[in-house]
Each structure stands twice: as structure tokens, then as C-alpha cells.
């Protein structure tokens, strides 16, 4: 499609004085219209999925396999990510405290804030690494290989083969991992906490229970939901169009990993903005 303002004057062509605003207006024509026309491209891709799932023969047993690759294959991962965060909150919880301050803070501190923001957040930003560099890389592979046309010349639906399964198994597996990840880091912090301080166990146990609302979990996987949904969908989407061999599969991948974890930032903004008042019990 051809640029609607490079057949206009050219910006040269006028004086010196008015080349400047001239220049920057024109800019942020481009700018607007190449955004409106990524939105309509994404809206495009997500009509086309949501056609995709009337097709269940194709991505079921898909969808079995992406579980695996996204959920389980994740676990050591997420273990490891979620103990030494959940550590490093009870020690700095601890030795933060003055002289006064009830110890229980330190178990409360950590279930705030590992369940409500760092478990879910961590947990997505971590696997946008492994899981959403991999599904792009996968996807865009078998785009500039004519593997996608080919399925397309079998009467198999790319979309319903490819991004159906990552998009469900995504959505579906990051709320377990999610919650892998809190219990881990709240294990981890009250073993930490009662061998490497001076905190008793009832302390950490006591401040755990301390202010506890069940929609505090709630929360905590509607966050991961959100954000396996966000991985798969960007992720997938990005290696679906990737372009130009080798080279395009490698920019579309660190495009995707960078677009993906600024929406999970975005989306946990926006969650924390809608929701914060609701967590208090």
C-alpha cells in the first residue's frame, strides 16, 4: 500500500521557514496512520483466531502438546525465579524493620507483595523470555520457510493449527504457574526468614494470616491470565508476519519479547489502578 502523504508536494519544495512545521506535521501523519493501521491488522488477526476455534479437531490435540512446551517445561524456571525472590523480600523485609515494629510485618510484606504484584509479574516478564521468544521464533520459521503456505495448501487453517493452541495453552497453564510461584516464594521466605533471622515461625505465620482476602488470589491469577493470554497473542502474532529469512525471524523475536513485556507492564498498571481498592480485608 502505497504512503497516501509521499505523493503530496515534497517538503523541500518550500521555503526554509515553513519547512520545519511542515516536516513535523507530516511525520506525525505517517506516525498516525501507521499506528492505525498496526491496530487494524491486530484486530484483523484476532477475528480471524476467534473464527479459528470453531475448528476444535485441529488445535486440541495441539493444545495438549503447547501445554507441555509452555507449562510444565516452565516449572524449573519458575521455581527458581519464585524462591529467591521470595527470599530476598523476607531478608530486606526484616532487616528494614526498626526497633519496635511487630516482626509479623515481615510475613505480611511478603505475601503482599508476592501475590499481588511480584509472583504474577516476574513470572510473566520471565516467560516472555523462554516461552514467547520460542513461539515467534517457531512461528516466524515456518512462515519465511513457505511452511504456513503449505498448511494452507493442505486445507489446514494456520490459525487454528498455530496460534489457537499457544493462545489456550498460555491463558490456561500461567495461572498454574502463577500460583507455583507464590506458594514457592512464600515457602521460601518463611524458610529464610525463621533459619537465616531472628523471626519465630508463628511471627511469619501470623503476618501471612494477617489482613488475608480470598480475592487477593483471585487477583493474582486474573493477572496471569491476562498476561499468558497477552505472551501467546503478541508473541504469535509477530512470528506469524515475520518477513525477509533468518534476519526477519530475529528482529521479529526481540520486537515481540519487548512489545509483550511492556504490555504486561501496561496491563498490570491498569489491573492495580481498576482493582487496588478492592484488596483490602
Known sequence: MSDP????????SYPVVQRT???????LGRATVGTMRDIGVRAFFVRDMGRALGDPATYAGETIRQMKNIGVDSVPLTVIVAAFIGSVIALQTRYQLFAGVQLSLVGLASRQMIILELGPLLTGLVLTGRVGARMTAEIGTMRV??????????????????????????TAMLPVLVVLADATGLASGYFISVTATDLQPSDFIQGMRLGFAPFQVVYSLL??????????????????ITEAGAEGVGRSTARAVVITSVTILVLDALTAAVLAPYLQA
Open 5 to 12: 502523504l509521499s505523493t503530496s508536494r515534497p517538503t523541500g
Open 21 to 27: 512545521g511542515l516536516r513535523f506535521f507530516r511525520r
Open 145 to 170: 520457510t513457505e511452511q504456513i503456505d503449505a498448511l494452507e495448501t493442505l486445507a489446514y487453517d494456520p490459525m487454528a493449527y498455530l496460534v489457537v493452541p499457544r493462545v489456550l495453552a498460555a
Open 223 to 240: 493477572k496471569a491470565t491476562m498476561f499468558g493470554a497477552a505472551i501467546a497473542l503478541v508473541c504469535a502474532y509477530e512470528g506469524y
